[in-house]
């Protein structure tokens, strides 16, 4: 590990409180972590990202009526495919789950094929209206 990553990983530090150890795993570029005044920069913004993911509680609410797509990596240790699936109660209307080569970051590693999927799930929403009539 250099010098800004162990700084980055280190929560003593002010610059990384707040700020998990394990940052600097398969998510965020090594020469990111390398740039101290880029890190000054993202901290913040990841700081209220985690503080957001810890402190969420879900509230049920009736489903949408909208489709909803989820996307996941086949090799995420994070989040299951159940736990993909379980967006499906949350939608009246379609719910499509596409899963990609890759970890919890497969919008790295599978880019091109990620963007070429958003760009179809688009256009099927605007050629068959973006919702499906309610039952009743």
């Known amino acids: ?18 700020v998990p150890a394990n940052l600097a795993v398969n998510g965020t570029p090594q ?7 880029l890190m000054e920069l993202l901290l913040p913004i990841l700081r209220a990202d985690f503080a957001v993911t810890e402190t969420y509680d879900y509230i049920p609410e009736p ?10 990596g086949l090799q995420d240790q994070r989040v ?5 699936e379980a967006w499906r109660t949350q939608t009246e209307s379609t719910f499509v789950l596409k899963m990609f080569p890759g970890d919890h970051f497969f919008l790295h590693s599978a880019q091109s094929l990620l963007l070429h999927t958003l760009a179809e799930r688009l256009s099927e929403s605007q050629c068959t209206g973006l919702t499906k009539p309610r039952n009743g």
């Not at 590990?1 to 707040?18: D, F, H, I, T, Y």
């Not at 299951?80 to 993909?84: K, V």
């Open 31 to 37: 020469d990111i972590l390398d740039n101290a005044e």
């Open 63 to 72: 489903p949408l009526n909208c489709p909803i797509t989820a996307f996941g």
């Open 1 to 18: 590990m250099n010098s800004m990553n162990a700084r980055c990983c280190n929560r003593s530090r002010p610059l990384c409180a707040g």
């Open 80 to 84: 299951s495919i159940d736990d993909l």
